[in-house]
């Protein structure tokens, strides 16, 4: 018996409609495996503390910030300044950064990353010595050992600029966090340290010396390779982040600031702080 026409045109419609159908799944389930299966970008934080404090710190803001965006992120920390700076100048493999402002103009004239925000206002450094120690001016430090991170931490980089004369200079011991300086002073190991004016408030008996020049406080930059789309989400997301009560208690127990709008031209200039850093 032989088959109608009519059904074999209406049999193979259905059978191409059905073929596309199956082609498109497989195009939507390969893209959602693809997307599943991308690493999250890598958002490096700069050895200010140590790490497990900056894990405490700024682990949930990352988290908080990937939630909003719908971004993966990663945490990415270093063990030390030198391994920042080694990162740092031979490309900064990480796609978000928060860093302090001579790195970050570095990065954006450099490497052309995008400041897209910063924490408000400005920080300084602070000149501490311990609570039995009544130095009145720098001067008084020249040969005496001074606890500092090593460059390019802004406390060594403000440091220099303390103590120009190159044959009268300070013995620095170079520790991992600005906490260990802290504790140095504290403990009598060193007679000094340079610390962010923020941490060292956070020891009433240090006596504060002298306190540099402010600068723009602390700035998150993106690599060229992140997609603008994903720049726009996370500086909406950063930028927002103090407007609800949930993120409001995250920086509030983090002890951050709010973010404000930022640019690159807010940093323009600062990375001149890194003249004499081996490899700038």
Do not use: C
């Not at 909406?236 to 640019?263: I, M």
């Amino acid at each position: 018996m032989r088959s109608h026409p009519a059904f074999g045109r209406f049999f193979h419609a259905i059978s191409r409609r059905l073929g596309l159908l199956l082609a498109a799944s497989a195009l939507v389930l390969t893209g959602a495996t693809a997307a599943q299966a991308a690493p999250p970008l890598k958002f490096a934080i700069p050895p200010f503390l140590p790490q497990a404090e900056l894990e405490k710190s700024f682990g949930p803001l990352i988290e908080k910030i990937s939630s909003m965006t719908g971004t993966p992120l990663q945490l990415e920390t270093f063990p030390n300044f030198l391994a920042f700076w080694q990162a740092t100048r031979t490309g900064s493999p990480f796609d978000i950064v928060l860093d302090s402002a001579p790195t970050t103009d570095f990065r954006a004239k450099r490497q052309h990353w995008q400041v897209i925000a910063k924490l408000s206002g400005t920080v300084t450094q602070s000149l501490v010595t311990g609570p039995n120690e009544a130095v009145l001016d720098p001067s008084e430090l020249i040969n005496k050992k001074i606890a500092v991170q090593p460059t390019p931490s802004v406390s060594a980089l403000t440091l220099y600029q303390l103590f120009p004369n190159p044959v009268q200079q300070p013995e620095l011991v170079y520790v991992d966090s600005n906490r260990e300086a802290a504790e140095k002073v504290l403990s009598g190991a060193v007679m000094a340290a340079v610390i962010p004016t923020p941490i060292a408030v956070g020891y009433p008996s240090l006596n504060t010396v002298t306190t540099t020049d402010p600068l723009p406080f602390l700035a998150v930059s993106v690599s060229p390779n992140v997609p603008p789309a994903t720049v726009q989400a996370l500086q909406k997301a950063l930028l927002n982040l103090d407007k609800t009560p949930s993120g409001e208690a995250l920086l509030k127990a983090s002890q951050l600031r709010p973010f404000e709008k930022a640019s690159n031209a807010d940093y323009a200039g600062d990375e001149k702080l890194l003249e004499g850093t081996f490899g700038y």
